[in-house]
């Protein structure tokens, strides 16, 4: 029922609230100050009469406009009644005047505060023209001066609810505007709400697909990603292979030439050991021959060692003769001494025989000692012929065995020439069977890479696209939050006001 009242009803129901306050406050200074109960009586019913008739045009909105030139009347009579009614009239009921006028600048309308101002200077008038009144509360005052002091609170007053009521005006207008103002804020959050309910329908439905998208996406690049590392290995492990196969032709073709030269040098090795086993042979019957002659000179040396025994047996006769011969011709001299002169010739031959035997003896006993060196040397040439026997011996059994070796070499050289013409051969084959092999994973290595390239550029373009739906995800989840503040700011609104 309150929110129906315009501003005027709301001031006039205050204010008549006043003055029902000022009646009560009346009465009850009267009966303070002691005034009979006529008085006090009086007061109260005439005081009643005139707020009630207020009170009634203002709640029953009778003429609501014209409440506030009734009001001063009605607190004007009632002053009068105050001052009129008082036996002792004080100054002070007298400024009531002036609450009456300060009373009437609730309204913020010059024209009550000026009519409030006429009364109040009639009523000013009036008690100064009479005398007991003039002496009792304008003692020594001029009319002139209680004129002015009203005009100046009137004027001040007036001019002060003159702008008030100007700048309610502007106020009032300003809040229509804002009315107009909230209707169409209304009628656009109205909209708005409408729009945000459609825009997060389309928002959520958008970003499920969205979502959708991003989780198939995601699948198909992490698919692809685990194709392109598969099909990455694959290509690595053909790269390899067909570095391996170029590895292996080139390790055929060495085993091609390998195997060429092999039968070459085999078949060089069959000659050379053909050779050697002629030279073995020529070799084995010289040893032969050597070992005979080595054989016959032992032999000779043996009669020559022999021989020489003998001479040296022979030699030392000579030398026992030798000995023999000295002796008896020292004792031939002996006896020629003895004989004196007829014995000097003998003595002289037994001198020139004791000469004899003495270089005879010394002439042994150089050949002995010749003989001795001859001797040695026979046996020291005979202990190196026996060596030389034995190590010829040992060697034509060498010669022997390195013939039978050559022998079989010759044959292993044979059979390794027939065996190196059959791997030979083989090589060949294999090389062509190979050669073709390598050109057929030369083209799936080419193939693969080129499958790689296709893959990586496709994982690529899966990743960019990945990426797009993943921002797009985020712009959506954006245009959610946006559109949630959206609708929390349009449902936030109302309550704000309604709580204003």
């Known amino acids: 029922m ?24 009346g009465i009850l200074t009267d009966i303070v100050i002691g005034l009979s109960m006529e008085l006090v009586l009086l007061l109260a019913g005439v005081g009643a009469v005139l707020c009630g008739t207020a009170t009634l045009m203002t709640y029953k909105k009778m003429g609501s406009k014209y409440v506030k030139y009734l009001v001063p009347c009605n607190l004007t009579i009632i002053v009068s009644l105050l001052i009129l009614s008082d036996p002792n009239p004080i100054v002070s009921t007298y400024f009531l005047v002036y609450v009456n006028l300060a009373i009437m600048t609730l309204y913020s309308d010059y024209k009550p505060i000026i009519f409030t101002g006429i009364l109040g200077a009639a009523l000013s008038t009036y008690l100064f023209l009479v005398p007991e009144l003039q002496e009792r509360l304008f003692p020594g005052e001029s009319l002139a001066y209680l004129y002015l002091y009203l005009a100046f609170a009137t004027i001040g007053l007036a001019f002060s609810a003159h702008f008030s009521q100007r700048l309610q005006k502007e106020v009032t207008e300003r809040q229509r505007e804002a009315l107009a103002s909230k209707e169409l804020a209304e009628e656009l959050l109205s909209q708005l709400r409408n729009s945000i309910g459609v825009l997060t329908e389309f928002s959520r439905e958008q970003q499920e697909h969205a979502h959708s998208t991003g989780v198939i996406s995601r699948e198909v690049t992490g698919t692809f990603g685990e194709m392109t590392t598969a099909i990455e290995k694959q290509t690595g492990n053909v790269l390899t292979i067909n570095d391996s196969a170029q590895q292996i032709e080139q390790g055929i073709k060495r085993l091609l030439e390998g195997a060429t ?28 021959e050597l070992r005979s002659m080595i054989a016959g000179t032992v032999a ?38 003895r004989a004196g002169e007829h014995g000097r010739g003998f003595a002289v031959v037994s001198g020139e025989v004791r000469k004899l035997a003495d270089h005879s003896r010394r002439s042994t006993n150089e050949i002995g000692s010749i003989l001795s060196s001859i001797r040695k040397g026979i046996n020291d040439v005979y202990s190196h012929v026996e060596q030389e026997q034995t190590t010829v011996i040992k060697s034509s059994e060498v010669t022997r065995q390195a013939r039978e070796l050559f022998e079989g070499m010759n044959e292993n050289a044979k059979r390794t020439g027939e065996q190196s013409m059959h791997v030979g051969e083989f090589a060949e084959k294999l090389n062509q069977r190979y050669g073709t092999m390598a050109g057929e994973i030369n083209s799936i290595a080419s ?7 296709s893959v990586e550029e496709v994982l690529a373009s899966m990743e960019t696209q990945h990426m797009k739906i993943a921002k797009m995800v985020q712009e959506y989840i954006r245009l959610d939050e946006l559109v949630s503040g959206l609708k929390h700011l349009s449902e936030s609104k109302p309550s704000s006001r309604s709580a204003g």
């Open 2 to 25: 309150i929110e129906g009242l315009t501003e005027l009803d709301k001031r006039n129901r205050l204010l008549v609230k006043i003055v029902w306050g000022l009646l009560g406050l």
């Open 261 to 288: 030269l092999l039968r070459s040098y085999s078949e060089e090795n069959v000659q050379l050991t053909e050779e050697n086993k002629s030279q073995m042979d020529v070799l084995s019957t010289e040893m032969e």
């Open 300 to 337: 000779m040396m043996q009669s020559l060692q022999h021989q020489n025994e003998q001479v040296t047996s022979i030699v030392d006769t000579i030398s026992d003769i030798a000995e023999q011969t000295n002796l008896l011709a020292l004792n031939a001299a002996i006896e020629a001494a």
């Open 447 to 453: 193939t693969t890479q080129q499958n790689m390239a």
